[in-house]
């Protein structure tokens, strides 16, 4: 038996006729429907009718868990913590938006990706970020502001996962705190966004162990909010990924040298993560297909990890790539791989999944650039992989898995740029998408018209003042 999901008037009314369905529910009143019929072909039931019985079928994941279905709203840092850096009424209504509960009890994407989650409250990828370590729950308070957010994100049946992050040396420099990577190396863009990066020093091997020690007690805290799991953010050029990496790791002890010691870290805080939390409790990772830079994390690097990671107990990996430096999970990279090539225009990273799949054994997920139902059907199809990602689309569009379910061909625009220089082009279209995500969380509409420029400035402001509230907030806990 498969769920197949659709109007009463449409494809659910074909298939009575068809006598296809055995059993059904639903709600009339709210558009869709669902019915259980049995599995015969797509094409039998629906002809051309763009609607996927794959995309919306249910998920087994390792540790047993079911996810209702293979859309996942990608990570997407909201920057919208309140002071304290806890979750409030902003992020509770922008995950109300996702979870799409006001559809159905479970009309929401199968996972539901928090934006990145801070372990460390000196490590920060932005002043709004939200901070959980161990001891934050003793507040009642602040227990019950992480218990709702946790809540909010579930609303739609979808499992709610938190991405924990330590940003390495990716700290704005405007946040005057000292960043810390395997190595004394810094983050080098082209023209004045340079200056967006302080140096940071090396972590010795202590602090290593301690950082690890960090992410296992920030996944046990999710799992007493009430979180479903957790994933560990290994891309995007943050402290795993710089571990990863041998242009940001040139240690030589045995966290870094091949790439056996480079992946220790990672390894490790999966061990330590899985020792902690209940069995049924998510652990995922985020990893990159290659890091798009010359003598970075490539491609058998990222087959290679992926094989490692097959022997522990991990229960989905997502596939992205890039950095700060060379923003290809945006779409361009600073080796030019990703525009070469025509196949991966939409579905950015489909050859590196395609050939990260051979080796997975645990499902895979790819992330970036599908924007409409026919590429995410593609990567399920054709990319080996079992979950789709998506980011932005979910920002311009709340209601993407309602739409999608009802096999509505939405056209979304997302705010990008094509300026010359790539590393601002990105940072324009991050603020653009931030733009919409602080809209949603102010229970307003998304803008139907951006401006660039006034993004970014709108951007910078705020980072101004949230810095202000940030560097306060430390002063007071007597870390800044
Ligand atoms: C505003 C914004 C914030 C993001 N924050 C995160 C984050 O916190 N963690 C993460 O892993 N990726 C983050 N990403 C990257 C997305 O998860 C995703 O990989 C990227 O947007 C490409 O997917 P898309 O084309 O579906 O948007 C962010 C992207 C945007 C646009």
Same mark, same amino acid.
Do not use: Q, Y
């Given at each position: 038996m498969v769920l197949v999901y659709g109007k009463l008037c449409g494809e659910i009314s074909h298939l009575r006729k068809a006598g296809c369905i055995s059993a059904e529910h639903g709600s009339k009143d709210k558009g869709w429907y669902k019915a259980d019929v049995p599995s015969i072909g797509r094409e039998t039931l629906f002809g051309n009718a763009p609607m996927s019985s794959t995309l919306f079928s249910p998920l087994t994941l390792p540790n047993g868990v079911v996810v209702q279905n293979r859309l996942c709203k990608a990570a997407m840092e909201e920057n919208m913590a309140e002071a304290g850096q806890v979750p409030g009424g902003a992020l509770i209504n922008l995950y109300t938006a996702w979870s799409n509960a006001a559809a159905a009890s479970d009309a929401g994407p199968g996972i539901v990706l928090s934006g990145n989650v801070m372990?460390? +409250? @000196?490590?920060? @990828?932005? +002043?709004g970020g939200v901070v959980l370590e161990a001891g934050t729950l003793d507040d009642p308070a602040l227990r019950g502001q992480f218990e709702r957010w946790a809540n909010s994100g579930q609303a739609g049946g979808s499992k709610f996962v938190m991405q924990i992050s330590h940003p390495g040396r990716q700290i704005f420099a405007a946040m005057d705190i000292q960043a810390v990577s395997p190595s004394a190396t810094k983050v080098t863009l082209p023209g004045l966004a340079d200056k967006m990066f302080a140096p940071a020093r090396a972590l010795t091997p202590d602090e290593i162990r301690g950082q690890i020690r960090r992410f296992a007690e920030t996944a046990l805290a999710a799992q007493a909010a009430g979180f479903d799991g957790v994933q560990i953010h290994g891309a995007h050029g943050y402290l795993v990924a710089q571990f990863l990496s041998p242009l940001t790791n040139q240690r030589t002890d045995e966290w870094g040298g091949p790439l056996e010691n480079r992946s220790r870290f990672l390894l490790d805080i999966v061990r330590a993560i899985r020792d902690r939390v209940n069995a049924d409790f998510i652990v995922g990772v985020k990893l990159n297909s290659a890091d798009f830079q010359r003598g970075g994390f490539d491609i058998e690097d990222s087959v290679q990890v992926v094989d490692w990671l097959n022997a522990e107990a991990v229960d989905f990996v997502e596939i992205s790539g890039g950095s700060y430096e060379s923003s290809a999970m945006m779409g361009s990279s600073q080796d030019g791989r990703l525009e070469s090539s025509t196949e991966t225009r939409e579905l950015y990273f489909f050859d590196f999944a395609k050939r990260i799949s051979k080796t997975a054994n645990m499902p895979l997920m790819v992330t970036g650039g599908v924007t409409k139902l026919a590429t995410a059907e593609t990567a399920l199809a054709d990319a080996g992989v079992d979950m789709v990602g998506v980011g932005r689309a979910f920002a311009y569009n709340p209601h993407l898995v309602a739409d999608w379910r009802e096999g509505k061909r939405t056209d979304i625009t997302i705010g990008q740029t094509k300026w010359k220089d790539k590393a601002l082009s990105s940072l324009a279209g991050m603020a653009m998408t931030k733009q919409q995500l602080y809209r949603l969380g102010d229970g307003l509409n998304i803008k139907a018209k951006q401006n660039a420029v006034f993004a970014m400035i709108g951007q910078q402001l705020k980072t101004g003042r949230l810095t202000k509230r940030y560097k306060a907030w430390l002063a007071s806990k007597n870390l800044g």
């Open positions: 372990i460390n +409250p @000196t490590a920060m @990828t932005g +002043p």
